[in-house]
């Protein structure tokens, strides 16, 4: 399911009179959907600066060129920038098929029916976005979607929520492999720098039969484009600053590639200190991260070729000193103070006690074999190590050493076969399996809260796809079989290790249909019965969880969790005034596993802690997610989303807790692609914007569930630019943000830190970038 | 071609190989907690009769989880008396001795100690080298009759500088609490 380039290009050369320095390029652009020409598209040559615009026929006329090699850049509104290399050796005719039933709705891209064996939507963010937010976690730049949010424990760790499902639920996929990471706990961010992806996609729909891992709560999809015929080394270095906690980073991706054999490096590094809430500094939340991917595609013969990829992502983080708090006593006091205990009135870089040191390494093997007619075969092989050190504030000079010390090491295998059987119907079959083993060193002098444990997850699945004159359909089965071999420690006295054996089989459905409704609309509706097994932490979790105060227990008798989604979705495909997408959602789910405080305490020398419980409940979670562009001018755009969710338990009809308050945001972008003169300065391509979002309190709490009332809600003014000037062989990129403008003192429903400190103040982000 | 797929092959069969080894059965030791406190005593020895003694102690034998801890008071205090206290702290899963390790770190601990029997008070009779109160060894005075509880809690990196902090105010002293008990107590 890799993303294919998003514009795509079909050349035909004619060879006509070559002369020197009189050679010509023209052609024609069309929209490969509709098939009609596309206007105002900038075709433009990067080694002379010069370039056309398309007329309103989709024609372009480029003369006296000399024989040459050249980059092509074709841009069009809608569609990411495209390069392309051409050897100029006799007069050329394009013609340029643009993909063009892609959406922008405020920067996040919506690929919908992009591949005829998915029928899927998708949001994706790009990598100019990413890049453009260099200093920005995983889940925070997948929260630009409608509809996904991100659950924090502070300010170096967020956890995507995609409508109201998070943790556990959640399946992360890079370069097509799940991410065997360490995912139990709210203070457990996702292992992957988003640095080296060239696109992030979110599936919010139903579910996604394809992936092995939980298919119950959405996908991400971390994508790493590789499509390059440019035999010339291409890519880009940037490097941004961040004035809240003097933020650094540097990045850089590198690629070349010929038709037989191409790769792409990314790699990236990024050191932060202490943030700033408005009136103090949030003591010890610094990080700094290091991180590297490498990709490489070759084809072997005119059936198979191979893929190589590998990554490492490094990082430290610090975890807020006056959040990490003892008993029941220490929580109280902490609630009660304006500002956290250890606050300090000097910034610093250092990361202390509490921390997490996370090294996450993934290298994957893939070949793939076609018969260019009806089959097509993917084996693939991954290997993932991770090890995760948690440090807490120790006595007896055991500060340095972890707390918890776990390595999870994993190995991912996966066969796929995808048959067209006529040209309106495709089938693709799987297997998959992953095996893991996590391990805790024992040196940490503290009882593991995970127990040591060989995990083994098979997967089979299936899925149709038919057309039928406007109409797709997508009908998939899919059955997994979990198996887990624990070694946990008894609570009772003497403490023996117990082997103990789990299994679970699930068994999931998905339908889908798409069609098209008018001349520029389509409808979705995605159908799909998911389960999921419970995650070790579930069943096994035994121990105060330090920093959350709470006692929690797992529960080995805990039954898989079994979903059904319906979720239908209706857009416009139009680009001239006013596009929207709306997406209502309607999720049941029974035995759904929630950590649920009890009503007795447990008394330990420490003090009294709380007991929390996994237990399961069935609930009902539904919303609506809303996006809207509005083209007031051809320059002039306003972007509005807006997303409510609502989740009960049905028993005792009572709210779900941890979920996203409705939230709203409007901004007023003006972008200009042609030559434009700013301040003297002559820029090839600017783009301001002005946003405002709103977060409304979340009033659907259940307040024997929690320590403190829901926060207030907040609006936040945010303001972001971009300017490009392309020279003979490099573009220049120039980019910043003014985030929390006003610094506004607030704190938000989905951070545990609420109980502690406010959120972040004023940041300001300044960028530069060159392509080259 | 060849060399691709024997590369990828041999991956295969290194990973099956190792996974279907790898079993669960490494033989390894269950762990010592090594910070762990289950144990905390607070013995009163009065002034002016050292054979009139009360004895605090909490006991979670099992440790954290299973069964709760228990608190018990052993004896009653008189009225109008001065006691030399001695606070001590262990770890007898391991036995370990745990107040060493206090006094060690003596600049990042402290011992609170609240009460709720009016006219009992108690008085720091040690320092950190900082010439901070620790609460290794206290005296306790008795005023008038009266019964309640005493809480005795001891904090690591509590901010000893705080207002009212170094006089056993717990207000502001923040850090993490290591130990947190509480006795019933008579006053005759």
């Given at each position: 399911m890799l993303i294919r380039s998003i514009c795509l290009f079909l050349i035909l050369s004619t060879n006509l009179f070559a002369q020197d320095c009189n050679l010509t390029i023209q052609g024609r652009i069309i929209d490969n959907n509709e098939g009609t020409e596309l206007e105002y598209a900038n075709v433009y040559i990067n080694e002379l600066s010069q370039g056309c615009v398309s007329d309103s026929l989709g024609y372009f006329f480029i003369d006296n060129l000399c024989p040459n090699n050249y980059h092509l850049t074709i841009s069009h509104v809608g569609c990411a920038d495209v390069n392309y290399f051409i050897t100029l050796t006799k007069d050329t005719i394009l013609s340029i098929n643009l993909k063009h039933n892609d959406q922008v709705l405020d920067d996040v891209l919506i690929i919908g029916k992009a591949l005829s064996d998915d029928s899927q939507i998708k949001h994706s963010i790009n990598e100019t976005s990413i890049q453009d937010h260099a200093l920005t976690l995983l889940a925070d730049l997948t929260a630009d979607i409608p509809g996904v949010s991100s659950l924090k424990t502070g300010y170096g760790v967020s956890k995507p929520i995609i409508q109201g499902n998070y943790g556990n639920r959640v399946n992360i996929l890079n370069n097509g492999i799940p991410l065997a990471g360490q995912k139990w706990g709210t203070d457990h961010a996702p292992e992957i720098d988003p640095l080296t992806a060239s696109s992030l996609n979110v599936i919010k729909g139903a579910s996604a039969l394809e992936h092995l891992g939980s298919n119950l709560g959405g996908v991400i999809l971390i994508e790493h484009e590789l499509s390059t015929t440019d035999p010339h080394l291409h890519g880009f270095a940037g490097y941004s600053f961040e004035t809240n906690g003097r933020g650094h980073s540097l990045s850089t991706m590198l690629k070349r590639g010929t038709e037989k054999s191409k790769w792409r490096f990314t790699s990236s590094a990024k050191k932060g200190g202490d943030k700033r809430a408005p009136n103090y500094f949030l003591n010890n939340t610094g990080f700094q991260e290091i991180n590297a991917s490498l990709l490489h595609k070759r084809v072997l013969n005119s059936q198979w070729n191979a893929e190589l990829f590998a990554s490492s992502y490094n990082t430290e983080i610090g975890i807020l000193r006056g959040g990490h708090i003892g008993n029941l006593t220490d929580l109280n006091q902490a609630f009660d103070r304006e500002v956290p205990f250890f606050t300090e009135e000097e910034f610093s870089y250092a990361i202390e006690a509490p921390r997490q040191v996370v090294n996450h390494n993934l290298a994957k093997l893939k070949l793939n074999y076609t018969d260019n007619y009806k089959h097509s075969l993917n084996l693939s092989g991954a290997a993932q190590f991770n090890f995760r050190k948690e440090y807490d504030v120790r006595r007896g000079n055991r500060t340095t050493i972890p707390s918890m010390n776990v390595n999870k090491f994993s190995f991912f295998s996966e066969i796929k076969h995808k048959w067209i059987l006529n040209k309106n119907t495709i089938l693709k079959s799987g297997v998959q399996n992953l095996s893991a083993k996590i391990k805790n060193d024992f040196d940490t002098g503290i009882l593991p809260i995970i127990p040591n444990h060989i995990s083994n997850e098979t997967g089979l699945f299936s899925i149709l796809n038919y057309q039928y004159k406007k109409h797709d359909f997508e009908l998939g089965i899919r059955y997994d079989h979990t198996y887990y071999d624990v070694k946990y420690i008894t609570t009772e006295l003497p403490r023996v290790f117990v082997d103990t054996i789990h299994t679970y089989s699930n068994a999931s459905g998905l339908f889908v249909w798409n069609t098209q409704v008018g001349k520029q609309s389509v409808f979705n509706l995605s159908i799909g019965l998911a389960s999921r097994a419970p995650a070790i932490n579930e069943l096994f979790s035994n121990g105060v969880h330090q920093g959350v105060s709470g006692y929690e227990k797992g529960d080995t008798d805990l039954f898989p969790e079994r979903s059904i989604k319906t979720s239908a979705t209706f857009r416009t495909e139009s680009d001239k005034f006013y596009q929207f997408e709306v997406n209502a959602y309607h999720q049941q789910v029974d035995n759904y596993i929630l950590l649920v405080p009890q009503f007795d305490v447990i008394a330990t020398i420490r003090g009294i802690f709380p007991v929390f419980r996994y237990e399961q409940k069935d609930v009902n979670i539904y919303g609506l997610d809303f996006s809207s562009r509005l083209n007031l001018s051809k320059h002039i755009h306003s972007n509005f989303s807006a997303s409510f969710i609502k989740g009960i338990e049905v028993e005792v009809n009572r709210p779900l807790i941890n979920l996203p308050s409705n939230n709203f945001k409007l901004d007023l972008e003006y972008e200009r692609k042609e030559d434009v003169s700013v301040l003297g300065l002559k820029f090839d391509n600017i783009n301001f914007s002005l946003e405002g979002t709103y977060t409304a309190k979340q009033?659907?709490?259940n307040e024997e569930l929690d320590y403190l009332p829901a926060p207030d809600a907040y609006f936040l003014l945010n303001a972001n630019f971009a300017a490009e000037k392309k020279l003979e062989h490099n573009t220049i990129r120039c980019f910043g943000s003014i985030s929390n403008l006003l610094n506004t003192e607030y704190r938000d429903?989905?951070?545990?830190q609420r109980y502690f400190a406010d959120e972040t103040g004023i940041n300001v982000t300044l960028g530069l970038r060159v392509n080259f | 071609m060849r060399s691709y797929s024997l590369l990828f092959f041999s991956t295969l069969f290194l990973a099956i190989t190792c996974f279907t080894s790898c079993s669960n059965d490494d033989d390894v030791m269950v762990p010592e907690e090594e910070e762990f406190i289950n144990q905390a005593i607070y013995t009163l020895t009065a002034q002016n009769d050292p054979t009139d003694i009360v004895v605090f102690t909490f006991l979670d034998a099992d440790g954290e989880g299973g069964l709760d801890g228990i608190s018990t008071t052993l004896g009653t205090l008189k009225a109008g008396t001065t006691y030399n206290g001695v606070a001590t702290f262990a770890n007898t899963i391991d036995g370990e001795d745990i107040t060493e390790e206090i006094a060690e770190e003596d600049e990042e601990h402290q011992i609170f100690f609240q009460t709720t029997v009016a006219g009992l008070t108690f008085a720091y009779t040690d320092q950190d080298p900082m010439g901070n109160p620790i609460g290794l060894t206290t005296t306790a005075t008795t005023d008038a009759a009266g019964t309640g509880t005493i809480t005795i809690t001891l904090r690591h990196e509590p901010a000893k500088g705080a207002s009212g902090v170094s006089d056993g105010d717990i207000t502001n002293a923040g850090g993490e609490t290591d130990i947190e008990v509480t006795f019933d107590v008579t006053v005759e």
């Amino acid at each position: 399911m890799l993303i294919r380039s998003i514009c795509l290009f079909l050349i035909l050369s004619t060879n006509l009179f070559a002369q020197d320095c009189n050679l010509t390029i023209q052609g024609r652009i069309i929209d490969n959907n509709e098939g009609t020409e596309l206007e105002y598209a900038n075709v433009y040559i990067n080694e002379l600066s010069q370039g056309c615009v398309s007329d309103s026929l989709g024609y372009f006329f480029i003369d006296n060129l000399c024989p040459n090699n050249y980059h092509l850049t074709i841009s069009h509104v809608g569609c990411a920038d495209v390069n392309y290399f051409i050897t100029l050796t006799k007069d050329t005719i394009l013609s340029i098929n643009l993909k063009h039933n892609d959406q922008v709705l405020d920067d996040v891209l919506i690929i919908g029916k992009a591949l005829s064996d998915d029928s899927q939507i998708k949001h994706s963010i790009n990598e100019t976005s990413i890049q453009d937010h260099a200093l920005t976690l995983l889940a925070d730049l997948t929260a630009d979607i409608p509809g996904v949010s991100s659950l924090k424990t502070g300010y170096g760790v967020s956890k995507p929520i995609i409508q109201g499902n998070y943790g556990n639920r959640v399946n992360i996929l890079n370069n097509g492999i799940p991410l065997a990471g360490q995912k139990w706990g709210t203070d457990h961010a996702p292992e992957i720098d988003p640095l080296t992806a060239s696109s992030l996609n979110v599936i919010k729909g139903a579910s996604a039969l394809e992936h092995l891992g939980s298919n119950l709560g959405g996908v991400i999809l971390i994508e790493h484009e590789l499509s390059t015929t440019d035999p010339h080394l291409h890519g880009f270095a940037g490097y941004s600053f961040e004035t809240n906690g003097r933020g650094h980073s540097l990045s850089t991706m590198l690629k070349r590639g010929t038709e037989k054999s191409k790769w792409r490096f990314t790699s990236s590094a990024k050191k932060g200190g202490d943030k700033r809430a408005p009136n103090y500094f949030l003591n010890n939340t610094g990080f700094q991260e290091i991180n590297a991917s490498l990709l490489h595609k070759r084809v072997l013969n005119s059936q198979w070729n191979a893929e190589l990829f590998a990554s490492s992502y490094n990082t430290e983080i610090g975890i807020l000193r006056g959040g990490h708090i003892g008993n029941l006593t220490d929580l109280n006091q902490a609630f009660d103070r304006e500002v956290p205990f250890f606050t300090e009135e000097e910034f610093s870089y250092a990361i202390e006690a509490p921390r997490q040191v996370v090294n996450h390494n993934l290298a994957k093997l893939k070949l793939n074999y076609t018969d260019n007619y009806k089959h097509s075969l993917n084996l693939s092989g991954a290997a993932q190590f991770n090890f995760r050190k948690e440090y807490d504030v120790r006595r007896g000079n055991r500060t340095t050493i972890p707390s918890m010390n776990v390595n999870k090491f994993s190995f991912f295998s996966e066969i796929k076969h995808k048959w067209i059987l006529n040209k309106n119907t495709i089938l693709k079959s799987g297997v998959q399996n992953l095996s893991a083993k996590i391990k805790n060193d024992f040196d940490t002098g503290i009882l593991p809260i995970i127990p040591n444990h060989i995990s083994n997850e098979t997967g089979l699945f299936s899925i149709l796809n038919y057309q039928y004159k406007k109409h797709d359909f997508e009908l998939g089965i899919r059955y997994d079989h979990t198996y887990y071999d624990v070694k946990y420690i008894t609570t009772e006295l003497p403490r023996v290790f117990v082997d103990t054996i789990h299994t679970y089989s699930n068994a999931s459905g998905l339908f889908v249909w798409n069609t098209q409704v008018g001349k520029q609309s389509v409808f979705n509706l995605s159908i799909g019965l998911a389960s999921r097994a419970p995650a070790i932490n579930e069943l096994f979790s035994n121990g105060v969880h330090q920093g959350v105060s709470g006692y929690e227990k797992g529960d080995t008798d805990l039954f898989p969790e079994r979903s059904i989604k319906t979720s239908a979705t209706f857009r416009t495909e139009s680009d001239k005034f006013y596009q929207f997408e709306v997406n209502a959602y309607h999720q049941q789910v029974d035995n759904y596993i929630l950590l649920v405080p009890q009503f007795d305490v447990i008394a330990t020398i420490r003090g009294i802690f709380p007991v929390f419980r996994y237990e399961q409940k069935d609930v009902n979670i539904y919303g609506l997610d809303f996006s809207s562009r509005l083209n007031l001018s051809k320059h002039i755009h306003s972007n509005f989303s807006a997303s409510f969710i609502k989740g009960i338990e049905v028993e005792v009809n009572r709210p779900l807790i941890n979920l996203p308050s409705n939230n709203f945001k409007l901004d007023l972008e003006y972008e200009r692609k042609e030559d434009v003169s700013v301040l003297g300065l002559k820029f090839d391509n600017i783009n301001f914007s002005l946003e405002g979002t709103y977060t409304a309190k979340q009033f659907l709490i259940n307040e024997e569930l929690d320590y403190l009332p829901a926060p207030d809600a907040y609006f936040l003014l945010n303001a972001n630019f971009a300017a490009e000037k392309k020279l003979e062989h490099n573009t220049i990129r120039c980019f910043g943000s003014i985030s929390n403008l006003l610094n506004t003192e607030y704190r938000d429903y989905l951070n545990r830190q609420r109980y502690f400190a406010d959120e972040t103040g004023i940041n300001v982000t300044l960028g530069l970038r060159v392509n080259f | 071609m060849r060399s691709y797929s024997l590369l990828f092959f041999s991956t295969l069969f290194l990973a099956i190989t190792c996974f279907t080894s790898c079993s669960n059965d490494d033989d390894v030791m269950v762990p010592e907690e090594e910070e762990f406190i289950n144990q905390a005593i607070y013995t009163l020895t009065a002034q002016n009769d050292p054979t009139d003694i009360v004895v605090f102690t909490f006991l979670d034998a099992d440790g954290e989880g299973g069964l709760d801890g228990i608190s018990t008071t052993l004896g009653t205090l008189k009225a109008g008396t001065t006691y030399n206290g001695v606070a001590t702290f262990a770890n007898t899963i391991d036995g370990e001795d745990i107040t060493e390790e206090i006094a060690e770190e003596d600049e990042e601990h402290q011992i609170f100690f609240q009460t709720t029997v009016a006219g009992l008070t108690f008085a720091y009779t040690d320092q950190d080298p900082m010439g901070n109160p620790i609460g290794l060894t206290t005296t306790a005075t008795t005023d008038a009759a009266g019964t309640g509880t005493i809480t005795i809690t001891l904090r690591h990196e509590p901010a000893k500088g705080a207002s009212g902090v170094s006089d056993g105010d717990i207000t502001n002293a923040g850090g993490e609490t290591d130990i947190e008990v509480t006795f019933d107590v008579t006053v005759e």
